[in-house]
């Protein structure tokens, strides 16, 4: 019955579920890391402040898209932390040529339309992250489960049920 819940506890969610895991959050130091960005953005220069809390909220994000989002069962590995940084990394050009770009073609925006296009370049950044986290960074951890259960040997002429499992397994 233990070893039943801990299976459910560690299954990994649907894509769906998954998403909507993912935009909260994602989508929830994100928008921490845009007040974040602006704030440090008085004392230092705009492209450095994003880098330093790009750095910050993928360490917190990919913490949380591990225990959370893609049910890894735990905290992230290092390997997991590396690759969701190069998935980050595209987020954080994203965001600074959407800014950059902003810069240019408007004169002062203030402080609403710069929140504006660094959420939206943000959330385009984050549909193409979730991609990648679900697909490639925490892909492995489903597949590991998946190799590692054993096979269930059922007696020939016999057909196994959710309900008859039990009776056929036993312990080798």
């Known amino acids: 019955m233990q070893a039943m819940q801990q299976q459910r506890q560690s299954a990994a969610p649907g894509a769906l579920a998954a998403f909507a895991r993912f935009v909260l959050c994602g ?3 994100g928008v921490a890391s845009s007040f ?4 440090l953005s008085s004392w230092m220069p705009w492209a450095l402040a994003n880098a330093l809390i790009t750095v910050v909220s993928t360490l917190l994000a990919t913490e949380l898209h591990a225990r959370f989002t893609f049910g890894a069962g735990g905290r992230a590995t290092w390997r997991q932390h590396g690759q969701s940084a190069g998935s980050a990394a595209a ?3 994203v965001t600074c040529v959407a800014m950059f770009a902003l810069q240019r ?3 002062a925006p203030g402080a609403v339309v710069e929140q ?3 959420l939206s370049a943000s959330a385009l950044a984050g549909v193409a992250r ?3 986290l679900r697909l490639v960074v925490f892909a492995r951890n489903r597949s590991e489960g998946a190799a590692t259960a054993r096979p269930v040997c059922v007696p020939e002429g016999h057909v196994l049920t959710p309900a008859g499992a039990a009776g056929f397994c036993r312990a080798a």
Request: no cysteine; glycine share 22%.
């Open 36 to 39: 974040a960005v602006a704030g």
């Open 116 to 118: 504006v296009v660094y």
């Open 130 to 132: 979730f991609a990648v």
């Open 105 to 107: 073609f408007v004169e």
């Open 91 to 93: 987020a954080y050009g």
């Open 27 to 29: 989508g929830g130091v």
